[in-house]
T-cell receptor, first 117, second 116 residues
Framework: GAGVSQSPSNKVTEKGKDVELRCDPI?????LYWYRQSLGQGLEFLIY????????KSGLPSDRFSAERTGGSVSTLTIQRTQQEDSAVYLC???????????????FGPGTRLTVT | AQSVTQPDIHITVSEGASLELRCNYS??????LFWYVQSPGQGLQLLLK??????LVQGIKGFEAEFKRSQSSFNLRKPSVHWSDAAEYFC??????????????FGTGTRLQVTL
């Protein structure tokens, strides 16, 4: 079946502009995660959604970052007033979200490369 | 808080040679450990995972990893590397988050180059 998809694949924006990044998880996956991968760094957890529960926003680096998930499926990560340090690859992942081991198996999308000029 | 260290930023091996990528973790409880591979321009693909039981786990593409609790390590190995294995490899540890889902903490990755 289809994997996790993300759009756009690349985004170049000017400093100070807002951007929206989209993630379509695997059908049936109730958990959705956003990570940020900066050059030379590992993946930094940003936020995750599980079903109808309140999202875990503990990884969001500032209040310029926000995310929502509509209808328990598609998610949008929004970065307001972008800064050059926001330049990174933003990865989305989804999992079954069931209790136990299956919830740890995350499937990743190809990412969105964001460049802030 | 959990953490993962991958001490080798970049490794070069010849095709056909054996490979070992190092991973050390810090976690207060029994860790759930993973290796992911990322090819250029691609997302991350799960290679293998350890939850419990046999400490030597087999994964896809001929990879295996061994969990050593005494050394807090989960090194990735492959007996004979193929040119197509050139990629970036990430070790990750799983920790319980709120609810039933979980967050992964990743190492900074090891870039593998394969020479012909």
């Amino acid at each position: 079946g289809a994997g996790v998809s993300q759009s756009p694949s690349n985004k170049v924006t000017e400093k100070g502009k807002d951007v929206e990044l989209r993630c379509d998880p695997i059908s049936g996956h109730t958990a959705l995660y956003w990570y940020r991968q900066s050059l030379g760094q590992g993946l930094e957890f940003l936020i995750y959604f599980q079903g109808n529960s309140a999202p875990d926003k503990s990884g969001l680096p500032s209040d310029r970052f926000s995310a929502e998930r509509t209808g328990g499926s598609v998610s949008t990560l929004t970065i307001q007033r972008t800064q050059q340090e926001d330049s990174a690859v933003y990865l989305c992942a989804s999992s079954l979200g069931l209790a136990g081991r299956a919830s740890y198996e995350q499937y990743f999308g190809p990412g969105t490369r964001l460049t802030v000029t | 808080a959990q953490s993962v260290t991958q001490p080798d930023i970049h490794i070069t091996v010849s095709e056909g040679a054996s490979l070992e990528l190092r991973c050390n973790y810090s976690y207060g409880a029994t860790p759930y450990l993973f290796w992911y591979v990322q090819s250029p321009g691609q997302g991350l693909q799960l290679l293998l995972k350890y939850f419990s039981g046999d400490t030597l786990v087999q994964g896809i593409k001929g990879f295996e990893a061994e969990f050593k609790r005494s050394q807090s390590s989960f090194n990735l190995r492959k007996p004979s590397v193929h040119w197509s294995d050139a990629a970036e490899y990430f070790c990750a540890v799983g920790a319980l988050g709120t609810g039933t889902a979980s967050k992964l903490t990743f190492g900074t990755g090891t870039r593998l180059q394969v020479t012909l």
